[in-house]
């Protein structure tokens, strides 16, 4: 059995708790792109981690495994590591497998991130400032450090020194420098401890699938910053899209395979761009403390608005998904009225899908339909039936919307506050 999990808005949709609460069961737990940009948490009882690079399979045990899709920090990595095995989490070189290709964050990364806000001026992405999207320039420039690497520290200095020495002239533009140096030796001192978890895991995952063993795949961010189908340029620099998940594994396409939706029962984002469902309101406010809707990475306050059902059926046609699962219904809670985008209006023009002209983006006004709220209490809500008559009939109306069935409701953080209304993996 193979699964895909993806965000289908611009992320935070709740990931890491569907990832952990499917995990139970699975064999394997596998990222695929994206890096410590991500933000993933999970709730057990009073425990709570936040994952960014390990795949949240690592807190139920299970075997995990990171892409060469992925861009790879190793001093992130190995931090991460520290702070969960503090909090009692297992991790080692039996559940932890790291693609030998993978390439890495250097220092130089993190500066470069920094320096390209900088001359952005106004129009700045608001990224997370890991590195991410200069690390994967130096990826598909063939410039990159691979993990693999750190088995010849001779090559690796003159690897490192090429690196630096190719962003040199923009540095000096913008007054930076950087010594490749500082790159090298630190990579030294931890590559003995980050190589024992290298690993062929192309095939350690082909051998799976071939065994039939149940994979999760665990995307980053959202559909909609997907470097190609996302709100270019406001995007992440991978691709977050199930598609990915091959390029990103080496896992080949196979039957089986699921495709799961996470979707926030509003929308969030962090970071610039257009959201043309975004309330700058009281209700915008509500969402923000209700839901707690501040970055697991940087902290930010994200902007929030209404369900966009035009962008979640996009994201469902790009991804192929099968089944939404829908995240954060008990911050609807208060609602005395829900709305829900159906469609665009530019002057006398209707669209039902989100146009890639930035012009066109900024002036699009939602259309929305209403829903009365249920103003009562779903939280922690394990049973479909106990869900209120009226918190049913926005699901249902979100499923005709989006033309999917929405399988698996999410009524708050914990692990155990999840309705698995269809069934989907014979969890009840
Ligand atoms: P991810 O990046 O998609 O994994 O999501 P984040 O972890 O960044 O953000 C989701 C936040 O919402 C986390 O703090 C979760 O603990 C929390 N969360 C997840 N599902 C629910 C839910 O159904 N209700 C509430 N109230 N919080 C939730
Ligand atoms: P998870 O996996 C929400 C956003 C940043 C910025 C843009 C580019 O937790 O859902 P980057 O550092 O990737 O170059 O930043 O993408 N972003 C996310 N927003 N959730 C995430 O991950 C994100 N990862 C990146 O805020 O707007
Ligand atoms: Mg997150």
Redesign the pocket.
Known sequence: MFYTIV?TQW???????IVDWLSSKADFVVRFQGGNN????I?VDKNIYKLNLLPSGIIRNKKCIIGNGVVLDPWALTNEISNLRNQKININNNNLFIAENVCLILPIHKLIDEINEESRGNNLIGTTKKGIGPAYEDKVGRRAIRLCDLNDHLNLELKIKYLYDFHFPRLEKYNRSIDYNEAYEGLIKISNEILTYSAPVWKIINDAGKKNKFILFEGAQGSLLDIDFGTYPYVTSSNTSSGQIFSGTGFGIKENHSVLG?TKAYTTRVGSGPFVTELDDEIGNHFVEK??EFG?VTKRKRRCGWFDSVLVSQSISINGITDVVL?????LDEMKEIKICTGYRDGEKIFNYLPFDQNIQEKLIPIYESLPGWQSSTFGTTNWNDLPKKAQEYIECLESKIGIKISII????DRA?TIDRNNLLGYN
């Open positions: 965000g992320g935070d949709e709740g990931k890491g708790k991500a933000g993933h948490t709730k996470i839901g707690q697991t995240t954060k219904l008990d911050v999410s009524t708050g953080p506050h």
